[in-house]
C-alpha cells in the first residue's frame, strides 16, 4: 500500500450533487490536511485534524465538510458546489500537526464542478 | 500576498548537467524550509528539507542552500536526469508558537523543469 490514498481520483458533478472525497494514510501520522490546488495557484491549506480533533478551518465554505473518524482516514463532504470549486484536492498527513516535519501527500481528486 | 515566491515558471537544463531551482520568501519568521517534485497525476513529493540553523543541507544529487539574510533558498541537482523532469514545489512555515498563521506550510507556484536526453 502507498503511504497516502485518495479516492476518487477524478470526479464530475453537478452543482446540486452531494458526493465525499476520501483519504487513507498508511503512515502511522497523527495529523491529517486537506489543501486545495486550483489553476496558477499555490496550495492552499482547508483544513487540519489532529489526533481526530480539527485543528484548523482556514476560512473555507461551509459546501466543505470534513470529517475525520480515526488518525487513519480522512473525508471530505461536498455539497451544493460551485464552478469555481472544480481543483485537484489533495490529502496530506504528517506525524505531527505543524511541527518541523516533511507532509506527504496522495496523488489527489481532481474535481470538475458542472 | 505571495510570502513563498519561485519567480522562474520554468526552466531547461541537458542531462548531466547542474539543475537550480530558486525560491524566495518574505516572511522572517519562516524556518523551516522544503522541496517537493510533483509529477503530472501523481501528488507532490518530498525531497529534502532544511532548518534555519543550517545553510546546507544534502541528500545524494540534491542538495538545498538557505540565505537567510536574502531570504532565499535554492535546489541543485547534479547531475540531472531526464527522471528529474517534474513541477519543484518550495514551501515554508513557522514554529507553531511563532503566532498568527505563520505554522502553515506556504508552498510557491512551482518551477516545471525539463531534462533534456
Known amino acids: 500500500e502507498t503511504g497516502v490514498t485518495q479516492t476518487p481520483r477524478h470526479l464530475v458533478m453537478g452543482m446540486t450533487n452531494k458526493k465525499s472525497l476520501k483519504c487513507e494514510q498508511h503512515?502511522?501520522?497523527?495529523?491529517m490536511y486537506w489543501y486545495k490546488q486550483s489553476a496558477k495557484k499555490p496550495l492552499e491549506l482547508m483544513f487540519v485534524?489532529?489526533?481526530?480533533?480539527?485543528?484548523e478551518n482556514n476560512s473555507v465554505p461551509s459546501r466543505f465538510s470534513p470529517e475525520c473518524p480515526n488518525s487513519s482516514h480522512l473525508f471530505l463532504h461536498l455539497h451544493t458546489l460551485q464552478p469555481e470549486d472544480s481543483a485537484l484536492y489533495l490529502c496530506a498527513s504528517s506525524q505531527e500537526a505543524f511541527k518541523y516535519q516533511p507532509q506527504h501527500f496522495g496523488d489527489g481528486t481532481r474535481l470538475s464542478i458542472l | 500576498d505571495q510570502q513563498v515566491k519561485q519567480n522562474s515558471p520554468s526552466l531547461s537544463v541537458q542531462e548531466g548537467r547542474i539543475s537550480i531551482l530558486n525560491c524566495d520568501y518574505t516572511n522572517s519568521m519562516f524556518d523551516y524550509f522544503l522541496w517537493y517534485k510533483k509529477y503530472p497525476a501523481e501528488g507532490p513529493t518530498f525531497l529534502i528539507s532544511i532548518s534555519s540553523i543550517k545553510d546546507k543541507n544534502e541528500d545524494g544529487r540534491f542538495t538545498v542552500f538557505l540565505n537567510k539574510s536574502a531570504k532565499h533558498l535554492s535546489l541543485h541537482i547534479v547531475p540531472s536526469q531526464p527522471g528529474d523532469s517534474a513541477v519543484y514545489f518550495c514551501?515554508?512555515?513557522?514554529?507553531?508558537?511563532?503566532?498568527?498563521?505563520?505554522?502553515?506550510?506556504?508552498f510557491g507556484k512551482g518551477t516545471l523543469l525539463t531534462v533534456n536526453p
Open positions: 514551501a515554508a512555515s513557522a514554529g507553531f508558537q511563532s503566532g498568527g498563521s505563520n505554522y502553515k506550510l506556504t
Open positions: 485534524y489532529s489526533l481526530e480533533e480539527r485543528v
Open positions: 503512515l502511522g501520522h497523527n495529523a
